[in-house]
């Protein structure tokens, strides 16, 4: 089965690590220089301070035809819209998988007729090194929900069982994504502007305030049912990944551009048309957009 | 004249250092250390890379009664009910010149029966940089209003016209405290959570948008009348010390306690009393909490 993975960041290259082994993975890159690179010294993999050396093929997206029977898209939401105007050279079996943080690419889905399409939710820690490293920092999960279409090919994947790298199911893509956009929407934002690592949300006790204050006003934004249910989830997360640095501190303190649109953009969107106030997303968005591209020690 | 100064702080080393050529300045400290040192090798200013050495009086606050015909009090707001306590042991005919930011000293005031009572605002830039020097970084001006009383002596001082040291007088204390409040509000607590200089605040788009956002919720929780003129002033002053750190954003990365309580505490409670909701101050409120006695580089 061909396996093809567009983007050549974090998630691409932990996707093209783990279904190497049992599939025939492309990974279709921005950079001509990230794919000869990948080509010629091969995708290293660290874990648990091991490294791994596995070779892949890759291509400059956009050189050839996609051909591929599971398709992966795990390029940032805001290069999206760029990748998905060339869907017509992505062979039509394909099964497309979206594996993108946020709300903001379900409209976008709507250019693909007739299309299998998946979204997925990814759990893992990943941090790229350099262009042909990617470090598995944390092992979690990714869960598949079908958007439309069918999983087609992609129902083999759901049986794989690969070690370190599970893929679940659920049935619910809205519900699915909603839970964690919300968890995107509290760690991401606070841990940026506060500068913290995500277990600091929890143990300084007016950190978790505006947590908890910012948790009203999206839970009202998006009309959530289940608050409480919600929130303990999002306290399970910071637990979890208390050492982590949010990959929007990740972002803005490596001078990258933030998905801040797809995250708190998008709940702002939803406050505004239920005309629910949503102060702190504002105030939040513009903390970080101005963040955005300043240097970080200055 | 006698003039007294309770604190050793920056404002009251720059009142002693600039009224000891024409008065009898003391200065009460906290720590007999300080009283000591300042006796041992005189109160040291330095303005413009030139420092100044001068020769003044320094006792610990409570050693002995307070005989002033002026007193300033220059403690910092959550100080202050503590120095207030002991009013008994100022003497009865001195006028009492309280200079702390925020609003949250008023209430205290009330304890001062039949005193003359007036409130001044300063507008100087002066850092203390060790218990004896004050570096006075801005030269600005203070300005004086009655509260409650009489002027008594420091009518003098109104016409000292003392070099660099300018004092004026504002009919309104309540206009007055309210203006620099409003400029407290928004300089402080966001220069401190962006840890940027005051001039970012202008210069940077979105955080401009965020001073907007704060300064109408500010407005509306002290029901200000003044709107654009309020605006204005912000920006003037933000523009005159656009290279400044301010006050608050100084005291977090020294590891001090800040004012917010005297500041976005005081516009909190109002808004409550007025219904107002204040989603803003009370993120930053907490932000800024949170903030305290952590380590800045974490």
Redesign the interface.
């Known amino acids: 089965m061909k396996v093809g993975v567009i983007g050549g960041g974090a998630i691409g290259l932990l996707v093209a690590s783990y279904l190497h082994e049992q599939y025939d993975v492309t990974i279709y890159t921005r950079r001509q220089e990230q794919a000869d690179l990948l080509n010629r010294q091969k995708l290293r993999l660290i874990k648990h301070g091991n490294e791994q050396n596995i070779p892949v093929r890759a291509i400059p997206f956009g050189w050839e035809r996609v051909e591929a029977d599971l398709l992966f898209i795990t390029v940032k939401q805001y290069d999206l819209a760029h990748v998905i105007e060339q869907w017509n050279e992505w062979s039509e079996t394909a099964t497309l998988i979206f594996l993108q943080n946020g709300m903001g690419h379900i409209r976008l889905l709507s250019q693909l007729k007739q299309r299998n399409v998946v979204i997925g939710v990814v759990e893992h820690g990943a941090l790229k090194r350099d262009d042909r490293t990617v470090e598995h920092t944390g092992i979690g999960k990714i869960t598949l929900s079908l958007f439309q279409g069918q999983f087609g090919r992609l129902k083999r994947l759901l049986n794989a069982s690969i070690p370190d790298f599970p893929i679940g199911y659920e049935e619910d893509w809205y519900g699915m994504l909603t839970k964690k956009l919300v968890v995107n929407a509290l760690v991401n934002p606070l841990t940026a ?2 500068r ?1 690592r995500n277990g600091e949300l929890l143990n ?4 978790k ?2 947590m908890r ?2 948790f009203t ?1 999206v839970c009202a934004a998006l009309a959530l049912s289940n608050g409480e249910e919600a929130w303990e989830h999002i306290v399970r997360i910071c637990e979890k990944t208390a050492n982590n640095r949010s990959s929007m501190l990740s972002d803005l303190e490596q001078g990258r551009k933030t998905e801040i649109e797809a995250i708190l953009g998008y709940v702002m969107e939803k406050g505004n048309e239920r005309n629910i106030p949503t ?2 997303c ?2 939040l968005f ?2 970080v ?3 955005e591209g ?1 240097d970080w020690n ?1």
Chains 1, 2 share one sequence.
């Open positions: 502007v506060l913290v300084v006790h007016e950190y305030e505006m204050l910012l006003e102060p702190l504002q105030f513009h903390a957009k101005g963040m300043r200055e």
